[in-house]
């Protein structure tokens, strides 16, 4: 984006190289409380921001304490995002973004994009296959660290365990500047509805025949932080004056369909009208209303010691599952809710169109899905880049069992130069269909998805008027 009559005299973060910038500068992490402090599933918190504050949405991070009930005990899936069903985003009464599903979405981008564990630490619940501890810290040396397996038999509902959420996808995550001027926006409010209890919680590996028919969580002590700034200096302020502030940002759109079986495949249309469609995603999900168990090696077995993997004992001798009690074919290293599996095991062809005209040379293999995969999230065909699938995904079996999804690019991106922007279709809506055939005969049903990248400019003119394009 090209901003005019701007002063080059300010950080690089408010949109220009930083020369010299004048006076005194206050920084200052503030806390938001909620609009009240705890949530149950499918309650709606709100968090509104100071008015008048400058924010660095680069810093924001959403806390809670979580504690999991039932009589069964359930332990916690993958991400502590997971946790959130929907998230929107509203401007002086304007709502710019919301994202339905989000904590499907989530699962799916963070599977493709592997954060470090070292960065998720602080409550973000990367590796849920292990609980840490320590005992208390007395005595004259240190206290002991303890790792125990969690879907153990002999576990129990976690109770009060601290989350964080300091990574987010949607406007939070991917605005051209990290600064965002609330005096110009007026009241900015987050909106978090709260996921069901199918989605977030997995039971322990204690038997086969154990249900979850009463299980649930509460999420207590919800609160914000972030970091404000202010300058003595008026440059800032004097430069973005009532001009038109236009802030980049990436939204997403996901639409569910109809229940298919494996064997009749998947073959859905979805509409979709953005000035920048960058790219398109494929995908399925098994149908899920209730808490089942985790799905994890050792999940639905005998809860023995014995017969549970936790994550490093997977990835250092990878196995093949077996069920002790005999029935169930998942697990692997998975590690998650049944929810947010994506499952297109046995991929035999897929294909994209868009307003009845087919993308690329025909359909894929899932060979050739998993390669364009790469190509869209800009691994480049060589293992230099930052970014990788999640470590507990080590063949393409397995990803196309747990973690699939066909990806196609609707961009030009030249990191070094110049992003020619995706697909627009502004002014009237395009069909996109998205086909997939599965070898063999299975016959259990799975809920099509269909997920589209948009980017979009958030308008900030006189008066807080507030609108997207």
């Known amino acids: 984006m ?10 690089r973060d408010y949109y220009y190289a930083l020369n010299k910038l004048s006076g005194s500068v206050s920084k200052n992490v503030i806390k938001v409380q909620a609009d009240r402090s705890s949530a149950s599933p499918g309650n709606i918190t709100q968090f509104r921001l100071p008015i008048s504050a ?10 809670w304490e979580a504690t999991l009930t039932g009589t069964n005990p359930t332990q916690f899936g993958r991400y502590s995002s997971s946790f959130i069903k929907r998230l929107s985003i509203s401007m002086n009464g304007v709502t710019i973004s919301q994202i339905d599903d989000y904590n499907l979405l989530y699962n799916l ?7 470090n564990k070292t960065k998720g630490i602080g ?4 590796d849920n296959s292990i609980t840490w501890g320590e005992g208390s810290i007395t005595g004259s040396d240190q206290s002991a660290i303890t790792g125990t397996d969690s879907l153990l038999a002999a576990a129990t509902n976690p109770d009060g365990v601290k989350m964080c959420v300091n ?8 605005t051209s500047t990290d600064i965002l001027p609330l005096d110009r926006v007026g009241e900015c409010i987050i909106n978090i509805q709260w996921a069901q209890p199918y989605e977030v919680c997995g039971g322990t590996a204690e038997a086969s025949s154990a249900t979850y028919s009463n299980n649930s ?21 004097n430069s973005i004056g009532n001009k038109d502030l236009q802030i980049g940002f990436n939204d997403y759109l996901i639409t569910k369909f109809a229940t298919t079986t494996k064997t009749s495949g998947i073959n859905c249309t979805t509409y979709l009208s953005a000035n920048s469609i960058d790219w398109i995603a494929g995908t399925a999900i098994q149908p899920q209303t209730a808490v089942s168990t985790m799905v994890a090696y050792g999940g639905g077995g005998d809860g023995a010691s014995a017969n549970v993997i936790n994550q490093y004992e997977y990835l250092s001798n990878p196995k093949t599952y077996v069920n002790n009690n005999g029935s169930a074919k998942q697990g692997d290293g998975f590690f998650n809710v049944k929810a947010n599996m994506r499952d297109l095991q046995g991929l035999e062809s897929s294909q994209f169109s868009i307003n009845n005209k087919q993308l690329n040379y025909g359909s894929f293999d899932k060979y050739e899905v998993f390669q364009n995969n790469l190509a869209v999230l800009g691994y480049e065909n060589v293992d230099a880049s930052n970014n990788g699938l999640i470590d507990t995904c080590v063949s393409i079996f397995h990803y196309f069992k747990y973690y699939g999804a066909c990806f196609n690019s609707l961009s030009l991106v030249e990191k070094e130069g110049f992003y020619l922007s995706g697909l627009s279709s502004a002014g009237s809506s395009c069909a996109v269909n998205f086909t997939a055939k599965f070898s063999g005969n299975a016959t259990y049903d799975i809920v099509p998805v269909i997920i589209a990248k948009m980017s979009k400019v958030l308008h900030i003119k006189a008066g807080r008027m507030i609108s997207t394009e």
């Not at 981008?109 to 954060?115: E, G, L």
């Not at 409550?123 to 990367?126: K, N, R, T, V």
């Not at 990574?167 to 991917?174: D, V």
């Open 217 to 237: 969580y509460s999420l207590d002590k919800l609160y914000l932080t972030c970091e404000c700034f202010s300058f003595s200096d008026d440059s800032y302020y």
């Open 123 to 126: 409550g973000e619940f990367l």
């Open 109 to 115: 981008m963070a599977d493709h994009n592997n954060k």
């Open 167 to 174: 990574n987010f996808l949607g406007f939070l995550g991917s």
């Open 54 to 63: 400058m924010v660095s949405l680069k810093s924001l991070a959403i806390f």
């Open 2 to 11: 090209v901003y005019d009559d701007i002063p080059a005299q300010l950080p």
